[in-house]
């Protein structure tokens, strides 16, 4: 049973930053793609950044429009642990973020639709 656990979140001004902690297992699959999502109160869950974690290597990442230049998703060198650095934040990134993984390439997507496996999610409330 694969099991996705977020830390990291918590209440930050604009313009500061934030790491967010997925530690995952329970994996039996050599590939499998990873991602970040968020939902805000009142809207739709949406893709924040995705990465593709082979046996042997790790594809370019995805990010969403609103976050491209701002948030870096990455794999810690423990091969369990994925990472979002969240930096120049604004109110508008407030929302519950959620680790989630699937089987195989990620397919530049950003579709939480796509995605089997996720966490309980972690809060990340940004005041201005």
């Known amino acids: 049973q694969v099991q996705l656990v977020e830390s990291g979140g918590g209440s930050v001004q604009a313009g500061g930053s934030l790491r967010l902690s997925c530690a995952a297992s329970g994996y039996t699959y050599s590939t499998y793609c990873m991602g970040w999502f968020r939902q805000a109160p009142g809207k739709e869950r949406e893709g924040v950044a995705t990465?593709?974690?082979?046996?042997?290597?790790?594809?370019?990442?995805t990010y969403g429009d609103s976050v491209k230049g701002r948030f870096t998703i990455s794999r810690g060198n423990a091969k369990n642990t994925l990472y979002l650095q969240m930096d120049s934040l604004t109110p508008e990134d407030t929302g519950m973020y959620y680790c989630a993984a699937k089987r195989g390439v990620c397919a530049l997507t950003l579709d939480p639709v796509n995605f089997n496996y996720w966490g309980q999610g972690t809060q990340v409330t940004v005041s201005s």
């Open positions: 990465i593709y974690i082979g046996a042997t290597s790790i594809g370019s990442p």
